[in-house]
């Protein structure tokens, strides 16, 4: 989607989150990011923040930022503390404590895979509570109903663990942007992280060892594991079409035993 640059933002919204933060004496634009329609790292005389949002006219996306809020305190410590909201002059905007880190590199070579694992592990305890949507509502439209069913759970689940959403800073990876949170099995979040590491580079057979060290994944029922590879699948190629989907899935289809990745 088309982005809108700090400097573009209605004044009254740039005066607002000013007054919130302190003057801003300069700004970077974050171009990564599915979800928002504005992002950009400020500078303030006490430091910088981070600002993301979407216009109130899109319901969908102030949803999303409305399951950001409800998560943030739940995932202390592993995510940015969310400082304020700011609903002005047409826009909804979330400012963040700003974390100096880069991007994770997730290829098997790289130390960044163990500090992604504590982060997950982390994560792993949280529960829902009923502040984010059911996992299986995301599938309904090629899920049977019982399948649906073995989607079922209460673990807190961020579901979009792409390397841009994965910062490495001194105190070890902070997971980002929980625009897609849903409540499922602990194990998801492991899984579809697996996936991401078969994307960098790693084999299935690695990829499937490494998620081996959490124990929600050990005790993952098989049965459930097929229903969300089935879901992501069928979703995919309803998408994109069966040649064009068939990569990324032939990854998620070895989360049920191993195939080597494409």
């Known amino acids: 989607m088309p982005r809108t640059e700090w400097g573009a933002l209605p004044s009254a919204a740039r005066v607002a989150v000013g007054a919130r933060v302190g003057a801003v004496t300069g700004w970077v634009p974050v171009t990564a990011g599915l979800t928002c329609q504005t992002a950009s790292v400020l500078a303030t ?21 409305d399951w950001e809020v409800a998560a943030n305190p739940l995932v202390a410590g592993v995510a940015p503390l969310l400082l304020d909201r700011v609903t002005v002059a047409g826009w909804d905007l979330l400012v963040f404590e700003y974390v100096d880190g880069r991007h994770a590199d997730l290829t098997h070579c790289s130390a960044d895979t163990a500090l992604v694992a504590r982060a997950l592990e982390r994560m792993q305890g949280v529960t829902a509570g009923g502040l984010a949507p059911r996992l299986a509502n995301r599938y309904a439209h090629v899920l049977s109903d019982a399948e649906q069913l073995l989607l079922a759970g209460d673990a807190l689940l961020h579901t979009d663990t792409n390397p841009h959403n994965l910062l490495i800073g001194p105190a070890g990876a902070h997971v980002v942007d929980w625009a897609m949170v849903a409540a499922g099995p602990a194990w998801v979040d492991v899984a579809l992280t697996a996936v991401r590491l078969m994307e960098a580079d790693w084999s299935a057979e690695a990829a499937l060892a490494w998620a081996d060290q959490f124990p929600s994944w050990q005790a993952a029922d098989p049965v459930a594991v097929a229903a969300l590879v089935a879901g992501v699948c069928r979703d995919w190629e309803s998408r994109l079409g069966p040649s064009s989907a068939r990569p990324s899935n032939r990854r998620y289809e070895a989360l049920l035993g191993g195939a080597a990745a494409v």
């Open 45 to 65: 005389a006490d430091g910088r923040v981070f600002v993301k949002g979407t216009p109130v006219s899109d319901t969908a996306g102030v949803m999303s930022q």
